[in-house]
């Protein structure tokens, strides 16, 4: 039976992964989950089992998942919501109404937006830059070499907070494939870091999924995006 299909229960095997998971990350490693597609029932399964940030894709999805969270199940109020996938500017306003952070702010023109919609209710919104870390393995992202530039654009917006990068890294092969790629990632955040351009220190680095996140802890990430060890396959 697909997740789509089956009967929007809690699940208390995704609480117990979730506790399991969390207490095999060292400390200062924060467990993401990666929600997209999966139901408001397991969404509130694994915040009982002490999740703190959810991570979704997609902008209308995410908002009405949190909607069926609320009415549903009493909503997650623990639960900060952090924007995993690609933002496009014209889902900016309802991105606000939905995320406490977006993690994948990837472009000038996209910073001066939310820069522009928070200022309208004096907000300040925190952000991560995606780094295209896997440069053609990925079409999302900023290219490594532009980060530095980019960074010093989010430092001059008021209503931005820039805390960290987030990267993906190859989606398929050898979780030790993906090791280049968040080294590279966790030295362009040294190297910001040492410039100044960060309003947190350390920096947060956002790598690794189900795969790959031995791999990334060992390079020096501070969150961990689960989708598939926490909740199952997706069909
Ligand atoms: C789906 C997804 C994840 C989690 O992937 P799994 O392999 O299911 O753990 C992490 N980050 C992003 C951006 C995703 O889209």
């Known amino acids: 039976m697909s997740p789509h299909h089956a009967p929007d229960v809690q699940d208390a095997s995704v609480a117990e992964r979730v506790r399991n998971l969390r207490a095999s990350l060292p400390r200062g490693v924060t467990l ?29 999805p995410a908002r009405a998942l ?70 053609e393995s990925s079409k999302t992202g900023v290219p490594p070499d532009r980060v530095e530039d980019l960074a010093r654009r989010v430092r001059d917006l008021e209503h931005l907070s820039l805390q960290g990068l987030m990267t993906m890294g190859p989606r398929f092969g050898d979780p030790g494939d993906s090791r280049p790629c968040f080294r590279l990632t966790r030295g362009l955040a040294e190297r910001l870091a040492e410039l100044g351009l960060f309003d947190r220190s350390p920096p947060h680095l956002s790598m690794g999924m189900s795969l790959s996140f031995r791999v990334a802890v060992e390079e020096g990430a501070t969150l961990v995006r689960i ?9």
Do not use: M
């Not at 993401?32 to 209308?60: M, Q, W």
């Not at 900016?92 to 919609?117: H, I, N, P, Q």
């Not at 004096?122 to 995606?130: D, N, S, T």
């Open 32 to 60: 993401v989950g990666a929600v997209k597609n999966r139901t408001a029932g397991e969404v509130k399964s694994a915040a009982d089992g002490g999740l703190a940030v959810a991570g979704h894709n997609y902008v209308v």
């Open 227 to 235: 989708g598939t060890l926490l909740f199952g396959l997706r069909s």
């Open 66 to 135: 949190r909607d069926e969270l609320e009415a549903g199940h009493g909503g997650a109020p623990g639960l900060s919501w952090h924007l995993i996938g690609h933002l496009q500017r014209n889902k900016a306003r309802k991105a606000l109404e939905t995320f406490d952070l977006v993690e994948t702010l990837d472009s000038s023109r996209l910073a001066g937006t939310l820069e522009r919609l928070c200022a309208e209710t004096g907000r300040v919104l925190p952000v991560f830059l995606e780094v295209n870390s896997g440069r």
